[in-house]
Nanobody
C-alpha cells in the first residue's frame, strides 16, 4: 500500500520559513516524479513545485520562484520543500504527490497526472 505522509506544517509569521517533508512508502520511490500542491479554502488545488526522479529537474510555480526550494533523497524515500519569505497568500493545505514516469527528468504539473497523494499538512502564514 502506497503511503505519502507530510509533516512540518504550522503557523508562521510573514517573512518566516517552514520546511515540509514527505515520507513515501510502498512504492519504488526512485521511479516516481514528485510534486507539491496546495489548496486554500474556497480555491482549487494548485501546483507549487515538481521534481524529477533524479532530482536534477525542477519546475516551480511563478508565485513561489526564488522563495521555495524542493529536494529529494532517494535513499531515504523523502521529498522536502523549504519555504522562505512566506506570505499570507501562501496559507493553504500542502499536499505531496507522486507520479510514475519512465523518463528520469520528466516532471508533471497537473494534479490529474499524479497517481498518489498524501493527506496534506496545514501551513498558515499570519500578517
Amino acid at each position: 500500500q502506497v503511503q505519502l505522509v507530510e509533516s512540518g506544517g504550522g503557523l508562521v509569521q510573514a517573512g518566516g520559513s517552514l520546511r515540509l517533508s514527505c515520507a513515501a512508502s510502498g512504492l519504488t520511490f526512485s521511479r516516481y516524479a514528485m510534486g507539491w500542491f496546495r489548496q486554500a479554502p474556497g480555491k482549487e488545488r494548485e501546483f507549487v513545485v515538481a521534481i524529477s526522479r533524479s532530482g536534477s529537474t525542477t519546475r516551480y510555480a511563478d508565485s513561489v520562484k526564488g522563495r521555495f526550494t524542493i529536494s529529494r533523497d532517494n535513499a531515504k524515500n523523502t521529498v522536502s520543500l523549504q519555504m522562505n519569505s512566506l506570505k499570507p497568500e501562501d496559507t493553504a493545505v500542502y499536499y505531496c504527490a507522486a507520479v510514475y514516469v519512465s523518463l528520469s527528468e520528466a516532471v508533471r504539473t497537473a494534479p490529474g497526472n499524479y497517481d498518489y497523494w498524501g493527506q496534506g499538512t496545514q501551513v498558515t502564514v499570519s500578517s
